[in-house]
């Protein structure tokens, strides 16, 4: 069966420091891969989306970046995080070719920048 | 803009009430779907409606979809406490698996 696996599940930052989170699908193969972003009590905003090795496309002009340098790896990255980067992060994999189907949301990442 | 809003934000309801939320959307769709989020949790995906459909039903949800109105409800029949969740649409234009979520309905079902 697929799994998904997100990490870390909490993360304190000073502002100006650098990020890394992790997002890994097991059980699948040419996953899409999506990072979504989730303010306090607010709906989730779309961050990146890939369809494939070296096709990300990214949905709101900001200073984080993401990359998949595997076919079920996706990271989002930032190298001198904000305040306004405090959030829940999400990670989320739907069938390429089921994609209709829904997504299958990893267990979520709270970022808090300080 | 959001793709998929819905209303109310909030909702308090007894235990064995139904609840009704709604989900409007700008659009052309081929699905939309409803996800539920417990408190810090993700997102768990409930129920999938193709465009072609207009009702759809799941243990003790219903979902309806009006492409005419570009709107959709979530009806969740005899609540219970396990219920108290924020529910979530998320629709995707046609043509992409991009899916927009919407701002929630926070749901509370009282014991």
């Known amino acids: 069966s697929q799994t998904i696996h997100q990490w870390p599940a909490t993360l304190v930052q000073p502002v100006g420091s650098p990020l890394s989170l992790e997002c890994t699908v097991e059980?699948?193969?040419?996953?899409?891969l999506y990072w979504y972003r989730q303010a306090a009590g607010r709906g989730l905003q779309l961050l990146f989306y890939?369809?494939?090795?070296?096709?990300i496309s990214s949905e709101v002009p900001q200073n984080l970046s993401a990359s998949r340098p595997q076919d079920r790896q996706f990271i989002l990255s930032s190298k001198k995080l904000l305040l306004s980067d405090s959030g829940f992060y999400l990670c989320?994999?739907?069938?390429?070719?089921?994609?209709?189907?829904?997504?299958?949301f990893g267990s979520g990442t709270r970022l808090t920048v300080v | 803009s959001q793709q998929g809003e819905e209303d109310p934000q909030a909702l308090s309801i007894q235990e064995g009430e139904n609840a009704t939320m709604n989900c409007s959307y700008k659009?052309?769709?081929?699905?939309l779907q409803w996800y539920r989020q417990n408190s810090g949790r993700g997102l768990v995906h409930l129920i999938l409606?193709?465009?072609?459909?207009r009702e759809k039903h799941s243990g003790r949800l219903r979902v309806t979809l009006d492409t005419s109105k570009k709107s959709s409800s979530l009806l969740i029949t005899a609540s219970r406490a396990a219920d108290t969740a924020s529910y979530f649409c998320?629709?995707?234009?046609?043509?992409?698996?991009?899916?927009?979520f919407g701002t929630g309905t926070r749901l509370k079902v009282l014991a």
């Open positions: 989320a994999w739907s069938d390429r070719d089921r994609g209709y189907y829904g997504y299958t």
């Open positions: 059980g699948t193969s040419n996953p899409n």
């Open positions: 890939s369809i494939g090795i070296d096709q």
């Open positions: 659009t052309s769709i081929n699905n």
């Open positions: 409606i193709r465009s072609n459909e």
């Open positions: 998320a629709t995707a234009t046609s043509g992409t698996y991009k899916y927009i």
